[in-house]
């Protein structure tokens, strides 16, 4: 860890470690994703220092684009955070370096990335993996253009350049701008991976962006163009409906996005090397995580985790006997997911099983009161799909019973009524889910 000079600060619900006072320049650095370094994380760190310290917190630049040190002062001494927000690459190299204390990346950490920093933790593991938002990538274009939704498959050919004239998705006869994320950009990670997959590569014309919002504020200003950006930088670009195989276009909104059904929905992540008890840079990563973290999430412009209610909309698309299933029923906006595609529950599921119960707790109501639907990814046999949803419906409904809360309704849908296309990790992922469902 980057050697920091440590004060005695007071830890959320215990004392942080006094060590020993060395050189350095701030007290905290955080490096990575400008999706969460450019507003997130300020915002974030902002919260966290003013109820750790009873101070006014103030931010100055470092004279660095994408650059802030937040500061504090607590007993009359000063309390310095460095937030650099140079893209989620950037993150891991300083991380890997030892000149990060938390590495904010909005794409997962990558094999190659995890293996090069093995010997110091286990990257992936719940003690250095940290959700802490749930984003959409939402694609751009003109407020003008009457074009309202694309396939992922059409997406990627328009990016790629297959595509070049908006007349041949129904728009006017205008040649497509193509806007994006540099290289150095977990968002542009995250286009890459769900929508050129492997199979298409960018156009060489497209116009390459280090920050969110500069990329949106041109695309509002351009009839010919399209980018993507975090859902938070849209402005006032126009936002596209998105398909994926065969399900429903859904456009990026409140609860699509919540429960990861959108398909360029994506998490936001920090890690840090391990957990260090009662260090400063852990104490930080549970406020995030807690319910007034995670209102600060919501005010910032992405989604946060803490579970709602709604009413869900069900068009012709949705079974008449799913219908009739949840009819009395709202949808919580927390869907469990599986680690690898199994029935075993990812970094963020296991403490999704904590908001649930909270939630609980606020609602007034008891694990009663839920319905858990477990669904499969496509498989050749159906019996084989049920057992599936069945099975992961079972291990929400046995984890949140061995924390205390007894649920009785549980049921497996089989492989119908997919979020994305069948097969592949991605597709696997989003469509092995288990939703809750909460009784009006």
């Known amino acids: ?161 297959d595509i070049s004239n908006w007349s041949a998705v129904g728009g006017p006869d205008l040649a497509i701008r193509v806007y994006a994320r540099d290289d150095r950009s977990g968002t542009w990670d995250t286009f890459k991976d769900l929508v050129l997959a492997g199979r298409y590569n960018l156009t060489g014309s497209a116009l390459r962006y280090e920050s969110n919002d500069q990329l949106s504020a041109d695309v509002s200003r351009d009839p010919a163009g399209i980018g993507f950006a975090g859902f938070a930088s849209a402005g006032a670009s126009k936002l596209l409906a998105i398909s994926d195989g065969t399900a429903p276009a859904l456009k990026p909104s409140k609860l699509s996005v919540a429960t990861e059904d959108y398909p360029l929905s994506r998490r936001l992540y920090l890690y840090t090397p391990g957990t260090t008890p009662d260090s400063l840079s852990q104490a930080f990563i549970e406020y995030a995580q807690s319910q007034a973290g995670q209102e600060i999430v919501a005010a910032s412009g992405f989604f946060s985790q803490n579970p709602f209610a709604v009413d869900p909309v069900q068009d012709a698309s949705v079974p008449d006997t799913f219908k009739r299933l949840t009819e009395r029923y709202q949808r919580l906006s927390v869907n469990f997911r599986f680690a690898e595609g199994h029935t075993k529950l990812d970094n963020k599921a296991n403490r999704d099983l904590q908001r649930v119960q909270q939630f609980l707790m606020q609602s007034g109501k008891s694990g009663s009161d839920l319905m858990l639907i477990g669904f499969a990814d496509k498989q050749n046999n159906e019996l084989h799909a049920q057992m599936i949803s069945e099975v992961r419906a079972l291990s929400v409904r046995k984890a949140l019973r061995e924390m205390g809360t007894v649920v009785q309704g549980h049921t497996g849908y089989g492989h119908y009524m997919p979020v994305g296309s069948a097969g592949g990790e991605t597709g696997a992922q989003r469509n092995g889910r288990v939703e809750v469902w909460v009784q009006r």
Not at 11 to 40: F, K, R
Not at 129 to 143: K, M, Q, S, Y
């Open 1 to 161: 860890m980057h050697p920091v000079c440590r004060r005695p600060l007071r830890h959320l619900l215990s004392a942080l470690l006094l060590l020993p006072c060395l050189a350095s320049a701030h007290d905290l650095e955080i490096h990575g994703s400008n999706t969460i370094g450019a507003t997130l994380a300020p915002m974030l760190m902002t919260g966290f220092l003013e109820q750790l310290t009873g101070s006014t917190v103030g931010s100055t630049s470092t004279g660095m684009e994408n650059e802030a040190v937040l500061g504090a002062t607590r007993n009359g001494m000063p309390i310095s955070v460095l937030v650099a927000a140079h893209g989620t690459s950037t993150g891991f190299t300083s991380m890997q370096a030892g000149t990060a204390d938390i590495w904010a990346a909005s794409r997962r950490i990558k094999h190659d990335e995890a293996e090069a920093m093995a010997s110091r933790a286990d990257m992936t593991s719940a003690d250095s993996e940290h959700i802490i938002a749930i984003d959409g990538l939402a694609i751009l274009v003109h407020p003008s253009n009457p074009v309202e939704q694309l396939s992922i498959e059409t997406l990627a050919q328009i990016f790629a350049g």
